[in-house]
């Protein structure tokens, strides 16, 4: 149908005294619309009444509707148990046009901010490959919203030590915050309520007081609210990953760590500006970072066990032989592991990777590791197994070599000593000690099948023959 505009030229051309073939080459219509344009003497486009098939069932519907739930599905198989075969596409259409379970879509605002005013902050998942390898990153982001400037780090786990180490991490790269951080009502912060009546955790709350600003998080599902933020994941996930391959978690953030210095400099056609520009007019407005800023550690107890060694996350980081069985402290921070006892670094380890389960000795630990590999004091149990057979003897010489709770496993092939015959118990050590089998349970494997049978053989009981 023509719309009004190529309805007043038809006119317009008529009454200059055109042709009908000459209007219709001119407009690239056909000469039998410009006849029946003409043939309507008016310029107003017609409205064309379909009758709708539905508009006798509309209430049927909308109960239909509300009986369903909003499944048009099974609102159009309701209809059809009652003999009213309506197509679903015709059924979705009519109710798109008189509003049946369809919310009215709301305009969406926008939202100003003064220089300093507000910063946003969010995380979200990304699959990264890493050294070959597809890993589940949670990539943080902090944004300025007056100059759009962004910072970003992916990290494995995000928690609330994690949040400080970023955030304190964001803010000197901006060198300031702003007045108030913006967070989508993450557990990491908040304590309890949500929106305006969000209350953070007292250690985030301490967290935000040494660096002069305030938390707040927006309503639960008003997404629009933390736009600066939520916006340049698209960003990261569509540009920076892009192309690239990275070596470690550490290389993924260093260059990650570029990207966003590039991107903050790259000039915005809707701003008008780059994000650099605009920085440098939000700069002042900024609350000045703190004169001192702590390193953010996460602190545990620890007790160094009979290999000199602590445990965290499932890695073991090795302290001094003089200290086992005394109780240290252990920083954690989020590139490093100190040890300290009675207010001394006694050791600093790389921080690994949670659930590695290796150990962690440092070059000038090396040395004394081996020296309390050999000098280990000898236990009353191993005397007495070494005492009683040479196999014996070689299977804990084999024990002491190993890695592990020395003492424990000891203790264990003292109380098999105890338990089991001892001459299958040296004969399954013998066949153990033909392969190299330092694996105490699989010994006691064959132990009870060499003995099987045999232990706990007793006799049965004759019948009296006397009545």
């Known amino acids: 149908m023509l719309d009004v505009d190529v309805r007043a030229a038809v006119f317009l051309l008529a009454e200059k005294g055109h042709s009908v073939r000459y209007i219709a080459r001119l407009l690239k219509i056909s000469r039998t619309t410009v006849a029946m344009v003409l043939g309507s003497q008016s310029a107003i486009v017609p409205v064309v009444a379909r009758r709708e098939t539905c508009l006798e069932y509309l209430d049927r519907i909308r109960a239909l509707n509300a009986l369903c739930k909003g499944n048009l599905v099974r609102v159009c198989e309701k209809l059809a148990d009652d003999g009213v075969n309506i197509p679903y596409a015709t059924l979705t259409g009519f109710c798109r046009r008189h509003k049946i379970g369809v919310e009215p879509k709301k305009p969406s605002g926008s939202y100003h901010f003064a220089p300093g005013q507000e910063m946003q902050h969010d995380t979200s998942p990304h699959r990264v490959t890493i050294a070959g390898v597809v890993r589940l990153v949670q990539c943080a982001s902090l944004v300025l919203c007056y100059s759009r400037m962004q910072y970003a780090q992916c990290y494995l786990r995000f928690t609330r030590f994690i949040c400080k180490v970023f955030l304190t991490e964001g803010m000197v790269f ?90 903050n400099a790259t000039f915005k056609r809707t701003l008008h500006a780059s ?90 630990q090396e040395a004394e590791r081996r020296r309390l590999r050999q000098e280990r004091p000898m236990l009353a149990e191993e005397d007495t197994l070494r005492a009683a057979a040479p196999e014996l003897a070689a299977l804990v010489d084999l024990l002491r070599g190993a890695s592990g709770r020395i003492s424990d496993r000891i203790r264990r092939l003292h109380a098999m000593y105890l338990e089991y015959p001892t001459e299958p118990l040296i004969t399954s050590v013998r066949v153990a000690l033909t392969y190299g089998l330092c694996d105490l349970g699989r010994i006691e494997r064959i132990v009870l099948r060499n003995i099987a049978g045999d232990y706990f053989n007793l006799p049965i009981p004759k019948e009296d023959p006397t009545p």
């Not at 933020?229 to 569509?238: A, D, K, T, Y």
């Not at 520009?277 to 703190?290: D, H, I, Q, T």
Request: with cysteine; aromatic share 10%.
């Open 174 to 263: 901006f060198d300031g915050a702003a007045e108030t951080c913006m967070i989508d009502n993450t557990h990491v912060v908040v304590a309890y309520g949500t929106g305006p009546d969000m209350v953070p955790a007292p250690e985030m709350a301490a967290f935000a007081e040494r660096f002069n600003f305030k938390w707040a998080a927006h309503e639960k599902g008003d997404a629009n609210r933390s736009a600066r933020v939520e916006g340049p994941f698209w960003h990261i996930e569509s540009n920076f990953y892009s192309g690239r391959t990275f070596a470690s978690l550490d290389d993924l953030n260093e260059q990650l760590r570029a990207w966003c210095v590039r991107n």
């Open 275 to 364: 994000h650099v520009e605009l920085y440098a007019a939000e700069k002042a407005s900024l609350r000045p970072l703190p004169p001192y800023i702590p390193e953010v550690y996460c602190l545990h107890q620890r007790e160094v066990d009979d290999r000199a060694f602590i445990s965290l996350h499932r890695n073991h980081y090795y302290v001094a032989a003089a200290l086992i069985d005394e109780k240290v402290e252990v920083r954690e921070s989020v590139s490093e592991v100190r040890i300290v006892f009675h207010h001394q670094v006694i050791a600093t380890h790389r921080r690994l990777e949670d659930g590695l389960d290796v150990d962690s000795v440092l070059p000038e």
